[in-house]
């Protein structure tokens, strides 16, 4: 199993939008509908903000949204706040019980 | 309200052996899928795999077979991670995690424990 492949980092400004991506192989990302984005600010428990693909959980804000295509899935934030200013990481079913993790992004706001 | 609470940072020389514990409550023990997640300093977050609490049994990911052990006590409602033969490259915070109660493995990990620092040095 294969690390995702995510960019090592990412910006933009307070109020943007800003997408990240997360491509893996048709045997995780493209195999199913099992993608998993987590929130982690430095020394802080990683926080899921979005599973199967698209889905929040509870307390997240809708400015988090994802999506998927294929062999690549995507996380949107819009308006940025700064806050928003973390790691990210995306993470896929793999089959049989297992999961692998992406690189991880870390995401400045300006 | 699930809780997952993890034993304390530990220092250990190489070769030797460690065993984090990670107490879960808020609902029924046997209704957590335990997963266990490595980070290495500056590093990304790993999957090492997961222990059914229903059954006992334990699924690794590769690179963690080994001299990493996946255990529980449902008296006490704790899963353990033991890892054997410590180099310096195991020095990374360990995470345990699960989905909400009875909820699919598929669904992500929506709890986490605070982390267990594991620092390998002679």
Redesign the interface.
Known sequence: ?S?LTQPPSASGSPGQSVTISCTGTSSDVGG?N?V?W?Q?HPGK????M???VSKR?SGVPDRFSGSKSGNTASLTVSGLQAEDEA?Y?C?S?AGR????????TKFTVL | QVQLVQSGSELKKPGASVKISCKASGNTFTSYAMNWVRQAPGQGLEWMGWINTNTGNPTYAQGFTGRFVFSLDTSVSTAYLQISSLKAEDTAVYYCATPPPDASLVQGFDYWGQGALVTVSS
Do not use: H
Not at chain 1, 45 to 48: E, H, S, T, V, W
């Open positions: 199993q690390a199913y099992y998993s987590y982690q428990a990683p926080k899921l979005i599973y199967e959980p790691d990481y993470s079913y019980n297992y999961w692998v993790f992406g690189g991880g």
